[in-house]
């Protein structure tokens, strides 16, 4: 134990939580909350919460000496929400109440995960005060668990994103997935009509404890500065990973037959984040080389080694 103050991570097992502990290791006593998995990389601390039980996750809060507490718990598979809404809700929705009140009675800061999903996909580069048009239940628990957030912790910060990242063996990234699949000379399709504003969660962290420190409240998105398609993305990482850009093709999710309803176009407007903060968030490139560095960092090894 150093003398940094303490950050606590919810969803300290998944792509995000791992990433933005690595990121912030040197700087907080990061502390990842566990649930299935149990691995947390060198100089963080695993920790299980009761995350359907505020009063006792109020008791963890105040036993660590935090700043901060970002909820990156979810269940963030669109299939699998629709096919179960009750879990989906009970993930999404009731644990960010119980975080969000342990949050409001601790006097703690709370940094909530939302998402780019929110939209029905029609309009490009979304602001944080267009109307949300849910059109699945991953999207529908999603906006409620902003909205309840919200009405028990009235000044979290409530981030809505999309990331990629070196992931853990057991849950590799999509950028993980694109770079595996085309190093092993595989095809892979990747859609033309789905934009999105993609961030490192590195990245994504480093901003995020910005806006923190600048007493950000309410809703920021806080995303990459270029929309892309999913196939320019693809294709990105193969220029960057100097990988054979012929293994990607184009596909559409138009013509995606058994895929629970998603929107086209997630593109959030990262303006007034960057109007707080003053400075660009980041383009894709510009991130995918972080990314390519990243790679043998002894912080992507830890994380290849759970
Ligand atoms: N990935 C993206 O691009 C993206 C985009 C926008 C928003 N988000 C949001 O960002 C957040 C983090 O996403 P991610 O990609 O890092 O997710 P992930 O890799 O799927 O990890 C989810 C985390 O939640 C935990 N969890 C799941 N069910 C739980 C339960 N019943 N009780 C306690 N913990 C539980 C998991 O624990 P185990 O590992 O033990 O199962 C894991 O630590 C989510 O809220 C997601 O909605 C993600």
Redesign the pocket.
């Known amino acids: 134990m150093n003398s940094h103050r303490g950050i606590l991570i919810?969803?300290?097992?998944?792509?995000?939580?791992l990433n933005w502990g690595q990121a912030v290791k040197d700087r907080f006593n990061v502390t990842l909350?566990?649930?299935?998995?149990r691995g947390v990389p060198p100089g963080t601390n695993g920790l299980d919460l009761p995350?359907n039980d505020a009063g006792k996750l109020t008791e963890a809060i105040e036993a660590l000496d935090l700043e901060l507490v970002v909820h990156?718990?979810?269940?963030?598979s669109v299939e699998a929400c629709e096919a179960d809404p009750q879990t989906a809700e009970s993930?999404n929705v009731d644990?960010t109440a119980a975080i969000a009140e342990a949050c409001q009675k601790t006097d703690t800061r709370l940094v909530h995960?939302?998402?780019?999903?929110l939209f029905s996909g029609t309009r490009h580069g979304y602001t944080e005060e267009l109307e949300i048009e849910p059109v699945n239940v991953y999207a529908r628990t999603?906006a409620d668990a902003e909205k309840v957030a919200l009405e028990r912790c009235p000044d979290a910060l409530i981030i809505r994103?999309?990331?990629?990242g070196w992931g853990p063996s057991y849950?590799p990234s999509f950028s993980d997935w694109i770079i595996s699949s085309l190093r092993t000379g595989k095809k892979v399709r990747l859609f033309n009509d789905v934009s999105i504003t993609p961030m490192l969660a590195t990245e994504l962290a480093r901003s995020v404890h910005e806006v923190v420190a600048k007493r950000g409240t309410g809703i920021f998105n806080v995303a990459g500065d270029d929309a892309v398609t999913k196939l320019d993305f693809g294709r990105s990482i193969a220029e960057i990973f100097d990988l054979d850009p012929d293994l990607i093709e184009p596909g559409r999710l138009a013509d995606a037959k058994g895929l629970v309803r998603r929107p086209h176009d997630m593109s959030l407007s990262n303006a007034k984040t960057r109007a707080l903060l003053g400075r660009p968030l980041g383009g894709v490139k510009e991130h995918l080389q972080i990314l390519k560095k990243q790679e043998h960092s002894v912080l992507t090894r830890e994380l290849a080694n759970l």
């Open positions: 919810t969803g300290g097992t998944g792509l995000l939580g909350g566990l649930h299935q998995r995350m990156a718990v979810g269940m963030t993930v644990m995960i939302s998402t780019d999903h999603k994103t999309n990331f990629y849950r």
